[in-house]
C-alpha cells in the first residue's frame, strides 16, 4: 500500500457510496444499542430486503449521532434526516414511507436545524453519523490514513512534532500539558524501546467520550498513534481500555485487524521504514488505573498503583523505557492537524486553547448527548444553547466539570469561556469532558457526598492521605447531610480537604477534595443551613459516620 | 556537586541523590516510614513531605532529586502542619495496642507519634477492622490493623529475596497486605521484613509476645551460621537469648541476615543439652568435676604419651584466640605436627547474597593463626589413618562435634583418650575422655575472620559463671541493672563453662608452660605480636565493624570455598 494506493482507494469508496441512493445510518453506539438499536437496524433491513432495494440502498451502523437521550437514532444520508426514539415499528415506517414513497415519518423528525446541531464543531466526531464504524474502507473514504502516510512518507519524525507542537493541541485527558511538548520530550528520550499509550480507561461518572470516539471511529484513534509513534521513535503501541466498555474493545480488535491486514500498522507501514504495532490491554475495574503511572503498572501487569513523577513516563514509562501517554481525544485529533496542517487547526479555539472539545452532557438537562464545540465557547451556550437548557420547570443551580476531579460552576459564571485557564479560576477543571448539570432540585452536600463516595471507594490505598482522608472526608459530609455535625466538623472538614490536596500522591487524591471545596466556595450556605448549633448538640457517643452503602 | 541549603544549611550534596539522602548523608533526619535505603523509592507514606523553594507544591523527600541552588524547609509551618496529617491519618486506624504491640519501644510509628504529631486525635470514628493474625509465611505473622501500607516488605520481597511473593489487595482503606495465591512468604531471607516493619505488623513466630524490647539488653556481635559473619545484636533477657537481628555492616550484610542465622544458631546457647561443669569420664560415664581437677587430669594424661601419638583438632567454630592459643599448646608445648581443623562446607548450599557454603565462622582464621594444616601427611585425614592404625592414641578436639560424621566416629572409639571442648552434649561427647565445657560465642569476647578476611569482634551476650554482667563490660538491660533478688528477671541459668584460650592456657600451664594470659585482649596482643597478617591489629582498631586483613598471606589453599 502507498500513498497513491490509498487516495486511489478512498475515491473508489466515495464513488462506491455515491452511486447508492440511500445510505441509512443507524447509531450502533453503546448508548442506542442499549435502547434497542439492534433490533430497528434488524428491521430496517428486513424492510430493505423486502422492497428489494439491496442495490441501491444501504442499512450501517455508525457512530455515536450525538442526541443520546432521544436513542435509538437513525439517519438518512442521503437527504440528512435525522429521526429519534426509532423503534421498529417506526423503522418500518422510515423504509416504507421515506425510502419507498419519500415521504418523511414527521412523528419521529429530529430539527436538525437547532442549535445542538447547529452550534457545534466536529473535528474529532466528523465521522461519527458518517461512515460505518466497522468497515475501515469508509474510514479511508473520509481521508482515513492519508495523514499517517503524508507523515511517514513525507515528514520527519522532528516536523510531524513540530506541526503538533503549533497546533496547539493540549492534553484532552483534563490537565492540559501541550501534546506537542510531550511528544518532544519522548522523542528526545533515550530507550532501546519506547512506547505510545492511549489512554482509554474512562472512568469519570457520566463520561463517555471516549467511549463514543472509539465505538464510533476506532481508525482515527489508530492512526493517531501510528502517527504518534512515528513522530517519536515507537514501534509499539497498547489501547488501555476499561472492560466495561465491550463493544468498543471489539470495535477497537476489528479495526487493528483490519489495518493490520493492509499494511497500515505491523511492519513497513505504507511502505516505509516504519513498524508499529497495536495491542489492545483491558482494565480491571479501577478507576485509578486512569492514572498514567498507574496505567502503565497495570499494563505491565501489576497491581495499578500510582508512582511518584518524576521520572516522567515520557523518561521512564512501560519497563523503564520512555512511553508516550496520551488521551482517546487526543489521538482523535491527530489525523486532521496532519491532513488540514496546524494553522487550520490553531484558528479554532481561544488563544492558549486550541481546536474543539467533546462533552458528554448528563444529569438534569434537556439534551442528554455528546457534543463538540470550539474551545472558549460560553458555558451557557453549551448549557441553554446546545444541552437546551434544564428539564420543565427547573431552575439551572451548577454545572460540574472534570468529574471527581472537578467542581462545580454556579449560575453566575455561566459566561465563562470553556478552557483550560478559565475553568481553573473557578475552582474547576476542564477535564476529559464530563458535564454534569444540576438543577434547584440538586443538594449540593449531597452532591459532594456522591463525588467523596465515589473517590473513597477508588482510592487505591497507597497512600495515606487519600487512603484515609477521603474515608473521613466522606464520615464529615455523612454529618453534616444527616444534620449531626457543629460548626467545628465545617472547620475540620476544610481542613482535612486542604490537606488531603497538599500531601496525597497522585492527582487523584491531590484532586479528591475539589467537589467539596467547590461546593463550599459557591454554595456555603447549604452546608451551614444543616448544622447544629453547637449550645444544643453534643454528639451521640459511639459511631457518629455511617460508612456502610 | 550541587550546593542545595536545607533548613539553612549549606550543603554541598551529590546531583544524583535525592534530597533524604543527601540530607542524611549531613545528619540531618527527614522523617520517612516508606523509604530505606537499599530499597527502592515507592513515595507512599508522605512523611517527608519538604517544602522546596520554587515548588508550588510540598514535594517528597524521598523522590526528590537534588538540583543546584535547591532550597529545602523541613521544619517550616506548612511542613509540620502536612506532617502532623499524616501522623493523624496514620493514628486514625490504626489499634493503638502497644501495651501489647512486639514492635513497642523500636517502633517508628511510636517514636515518631511522640516527636510528629500533636498528641491528640480529631476523629472519633470507628476504627476499620481487619485480621489480626494472617500466617504469611512459616515464620512470619501479619497484624493487619497494625499495617500502615509502607510496602517495605513487599519491595524487599521482590527487589532484595528476589521472591516477589507479597502484594497489596482490596482498595482504599480496606487495602491488606497479602502472599498471592497458593504461595508463601518463605525464603531464606523473609524475616527481614520483619526488621523492615515499621510497626508491629509483621512479627516473628518465633519472639512474638516473647519480651518488650526495652527490658532486653542488646551485644553486638556477629553471627556464627556461616563464613559470611554477618554482623547482629544478641538480644538477651534473664541471661537468655531471646532474638538476633542483622546490625548495619555496609562491607559485610547490610542491613540483612539469612532465616538460619538468625533462628537456627543461638538456641544452643539457652538449651538444657549445655555442658554445665566439666566432666571426667569414670567408669564409663561422664562424672561432673571441678576446673582443677579437670585440668591436672588432662595434663597428666597428656603427659604419658609421647608426642607422636597425640593429634589436636582446632575449630573453625572458635576464635582467632582459641585457635592461636590452641596451636601454642599442641605444637609450641606438646610438640605434635598433627595438628588440623575439620572442615564444614555445604557444597551448594549459597546464594548472591550473604549465604557461604562454609557453615564455619572462623575458618580462614583457623588457618591464618596456624591450625590449619598445610601438609597433607599431618592433616585431618593422616590423624585419622594414625588412629586407625593406632599411632596416635589421644586427640585432643576444640569446639567441634566431629563425630557427627559417622565416619570420623567411628574412628574415635580407636583412641585411649578423646579431649573435648564441647558447648552441649552430642555425639563427640560421648565417646570423649575428658569434656571441658566451653563458652558459646555468645559467652565470650574474641574475633572471628570472615571469608572476606575481615577480622570482626564477638562481645559476650550471656553470663558464665566466671562474668559478671556489670563488671565484665556487659552490655545491660534495665533489668540487668536493676532486679532485686526477688524480681524473676535477672537470674537465669549461668553455667560453669570457660573461653577455650583459656581452658587451654590452664592445660598448657599445667604442663609446665607458661602462657601468662589473664584476658583475652592478652591473647589478641600476643597474637597480633605473633601472626604476620595480624600485625598492628588490636580490638580498638577493630571496633564494631571489623577491619580487613591486607595481607595476602593466608594461604588461598586453606580457605574453604
Known sequence: MTLEDLQELSEKEQQRQSEKKHRILYCSAAGCVSCGSDKVSAALKAKVKEHALEKECEVVGTGCLGLCGEGPLVKVQSDNTLYQNVDVRSAEQIIESHIVNNKKVTSKLTDTSSPFFSSQTKIVLENCGEINSESIDEYIGAHGYQALAKAVNEMQPSGVIEEIRKSGLRGRGGAGYSTGLKWGIVSKAHGDQKYVVCNADEGDPGAFMDRSVLEGDPHRVLEGMAIAGYAVGATQGYVYCRAEYPLAIERLKLAIKQAEKMGLLGNRILESQFNFRIDIRIGAGAFVCGEETALLQSIEGKRGNPKPRPPYPSEKGLWGMPTLINNVESFANIAPIIRNGSDWFSKIGTEKSKGTKVFALAGNIRNTGLIEVPMGIPLRKIIFDIGGGTTEGTEFKAAQTGGPSGGCIPAEHLDLPVDYESLSTVGSIMGSGGLIVMDSTSKMVEVAKFFMQFCMDESCGKCIPCRVGTRHIYGLLDKISKKKATQDDMVLLEELCMMVKETSLCGLGQSAPNPVLSTLRFFRKEYEELLQPVETYHGEPGVVADFEK | ?561
Not at chain 2, 532465616?259 to 539457652?270: E, I, S, Y
Not at chain 2, 562446607?345 to 565462622?361: C, F, S, Y
Not at chain 2, 570420623?408 to 580407636?414: K, R, T
Not at chain 2, 579431649?419 to 555425639?427: R, T
Request: glycine letters at 6%.
Open chain 2, 1 to 561: 556537586m550541587a550546593k542545595i541549603t536545607i533548613d539553612g544549611k549549606e550543603l554541598d550534596a551529590d546531583p544524583k541523590l535525592t534530597i533524604i539522602q543527601a540530607a542524611r548523608q549531613h545528619g540531618i533526619h527527614i522523617p520517612h516510614f516508606c523509604w530505606h535505603p537499599k530499597l527502592s523509592v515507592s513515595g507512599n507514606c508522605r512523611m517527608c513531605l519538604v517544602e522546596v523553594e520554587k515548588m508550588p507544591k510540598l514535594a517528597i523527600a524521598c523522590a526528590t532529586q537534588v538540583a543546584e541552588g535547591m532550597i529545602v524547609r523541613t521544619n517550616n509551618e506548612r511542613v509540620i502542619k502536612a506532617r502532623n496529617s499524616v501522623m493523624e491519618f496514620l493514628l486514625i486506624n490504626h489499634p493503638l495496642d502497644c501495651p501489647i504491640c512486639d514492635e513497642a519501644g523500636e517502633c517508628k510509628l511510636q517514636d515518631y507519634s511522640y516527636k510528629y504529631s500533636v498528641g491528640y486525635s480529631r476523629f472519633d470514628e470507628n476504627k476499620v477492622h481487619k485480621p489480626k493474625r494472617v500466617e504469611l509465611g512459616p515464620r512470619i505473622v501479619l497484624d493487619d490493623e497494625r499495617c500502615i501500607m509502607c510496602s517495605r516488605c513487599i519491595r524487599f520481597a521482590d527487589e532484595i529475596a528476589h521472591q516477589p511473593v507479597l502484594i497489596f489487595t482490596e482498595r482504599g482503606t480496606h487495602v491488606v497486605l497479602r502472599t498471592f495465591p497458593h504461595t508463601v512468604l518463605d525464603n531464606p531471607y523473609s524475616m527481614n521484613v520483619i526488621d523492615l516493619c515499621p510497626v508491629g505488623a509483621l512479627t516473628s513466630k518465633d519472639f512474638r509476645f516473647k519480651s518488650r524490647v526495652w527490658e532486653m539488653a542488646n551485644t553486638e556481635s556477629i553471627c556464627t551460621g556461616c563464613a559470611r559473619g554477618c554482623n547482629i545484636n544478641i538480644w538477651t533477657r534473664n541471661n537468655e537469648i531471646l532474638r538476633l537481628t542483622p546490625r548495619l555492616n555496609e562491607d559485610v550484610n547490610s542491613y540483612w541476615m539469612c532465616d538460619h542465622g538468625r533462628l537456627g544458631t543461638f538456641k544452643f546457647v539457652n538449651s538444657d543439652n549445655r555442658i554445665k561443669t566439666p566432666m571426667i569420664r569414670k567408669e564409663e560415664a561422664l562424672m561432673e568435676v571441678n576446673w582443677d581437677e579437670a585440668i591436672s587430669q588432662v595434663a597428666s594424661d597428656l603427659r604419658s604419651y609421647k608426642k607422636s601419638e597425640i593429634a589436636g583438632l582446632g575449630s573453625a567454630y572458635a576464635t582467632n584466640e582459641d585457635n592461636y592459643v590452641f596451636r601454642r599448646l599442641m605444637k609450641g608445648v606438646i610438640g605434635t605436627k598433627f595438628v588440623d581443623v575439620v572442615p564444614h562446607v555445604k557444597e551448594g548450599d549459597e546464594d548472591q547474597l550473604l549465604i557461604r557454603a562454609d557453615k564455619t565462622p572462623n575458618a580462614v582464621g583457623a588457618a591464618a593463626v596456624g591450625v590449619t594444616s598445610v601438609d597433607a601427611s599431618t592433616g585431618l585425614e593422616a590423624i585419622l589413618n594414625g588412629i586407625s592404625s593406632g599411632a596416635i592414641k589421644v586427640l585432643y578436639v576444640l569446639e567441634d562435634n566431629i563425630a557427627a560424621d559417622p565416619r570420623v566416629a567411628s574412628v574415635l572409639s580407636e583412641l585411649d583418650l578423646l579431649i573435648v571442648h564441647s558447648y552441649e552434649h552430642n555425639e563427640t561427647t560421648k565417646l570423649a575422655s575428658v569434656v571441658l565445657s566451653a563458652s558459646t560465642y555468645a559467652e565470650k569476647n574474641g574475633t572471628m575472620t570472615n571469608f572476606q578476611r575481615r577480622v570482626q569482634r564477638i562481645r559476650p551476650a550471656v553470663a558464665t559463671l566466671e562474668a559478671d554482667r556489670a563488671l565484665g563490660g556487659f552490655s545491660m538491660s534495665r533489668w540487668d541493672k536493676f532486679a532485686s533478688p526477688n524480681d524473676r528477671w535477672g537470674k537465669g541459668p549461668r553455667r560453669d563453662a570457660r573461653p577455650s584460650w583459656r581452658i587451654v592456657s590452664g592445660i598448657a600451664n599445667a604442663l609446665g608452660a607458661k602462657f601468662k594470659y589473664n584476658a583475652v585482649e592478652e591473647v589478641f596482643k600476643d597474637l597480633a605480636e605473633k601472626v604476620e597478617i595480624f600485625k598492628g591489629l588490636s580490638y580498638a582498631k577493630i571496633g564494631n565493624r571489623g577491619i580487613a586483613l591486607t595481607t595476602e598471606n593466608v594461604p588461598t589453599s586453606l580457605i574453604p570455598a
